[in-house]
T-cell receptor, first 114, second 115 residues
Framework: EAQVTQNPRYLITVTGKKLTVTCSQN?????MSWYRQDPGLGLRQIYY???????DKGDVPEGYKVSRKEKRNFPLILESPSPNQTSLYFC?????????????FGPGTRLTVL | AQTVTQSQPEMSVQEAETVTLSCTYD???????LFWYKQPPSRQMILVIR??????QNATENRFSVNFQKAAKSFSLKISDSQLGDAAMYFC????????????FGEGTQLTVNP
């Protein structure tokens, strides 16, 4: 089954404790992206990657890191989480190219930073 | 920078009735896509319908249709014969071509369907 998976689905942590949210897709997509969803703000892009070893900042990259060492994986790293990073996080993937290709979303990760 | 605005934080509709969700966007580009996503309580993001900016004909998917007004930069979603399962948060989104460009989302509209 074609899908984007994220782990963990729920996480409660404390300020300053490094964490990683994993994202993996099995569709051989070049493009991957991370969004955060906050009430009243919709989804905002954190980082994206056009291919292996190619990453770039989105709208709200502060406090986050990413890496793309393999095509299928795109982990999101919070090296020193703070309470304002409490949010719902989505990973998405899609094909590159000039014609329309749908982006597929993972199930979301609910993060609480105390 | 592109922006997407949904001015209705909440909407409600009676089962079997029709409801229209509003969306406006701002862009200087001419070649782009517009989308409506549904997010039920499961939080999964589900693509409902999409519109290509170069197409004048409004997109339709079963009970869902859009009213795309390119000059006015307006992209509303009409849900006909509303069902209880339509209750969800709905997001309007914009994306430049080519594929892989980021999605810019609106704030969302929470739709309640009353039995």
């Amino acid at each position: 089954e074609a899908q984007v998976t994220q782990n963990p689905r729920y996480l409660i942590t404390v300020t300053g404790k490094k964490l990683t949210v994993t994202c993996s897709q099995n569709m051989n997509h070049e493009y991957m992206s991370w969004y955060r969803q906050d009430p009243g703000l919709g989804l905002r892009q954190i980082y994206y990657s056009m291919n292996v070893e190619v990453t770039d900042k989105g709208d709200v990259p502060e406090g986050y890191k990413v890496s793309r060492k393999e095509k299928r994986n795109f982990p999101l790293i919070l090296e020193s989480p703070s309470p304002n990073q409490t949010s719902l996080y989505f990973c998405a993937s899609g094909e590159q190219g000039s014609s329309y290709n749908e982006q597929f979303f993972g199930p979301g990760t609910r993060l609480t930073v105390l | 920078a592109q922006t997407v605005t949904q001015s209705q934080p909440e909407m409600s509709v009676q089962e079997a009735e029709t409801v229209t969700l509003s969306c406006t966007y701002d862009t200087s580009e001419s070649d782009y896509y517009l989308f409506w996503y549904k997010q039920p309580p499961s939080r999964q993001m589900i693509l409902v319908i999409r519109q290509e900016a170069y197409k004048q004909q409004n997109a339709t998917e079963n009970r869902f249709s859009v009213n795309f007004q390119k000059a006015a930069k307006s992209f509303s979603l009409k849900i006909s014969d509303s069902q209880l399962g339509d209750a969800a948060m709905y997001f309007c989104a914009y994306r430049l071509r080519p594929s892989g460009s980021r999605l810019t989302f609106g704030e969302g509209t929470q739709l309640t369907v009353n039995p």
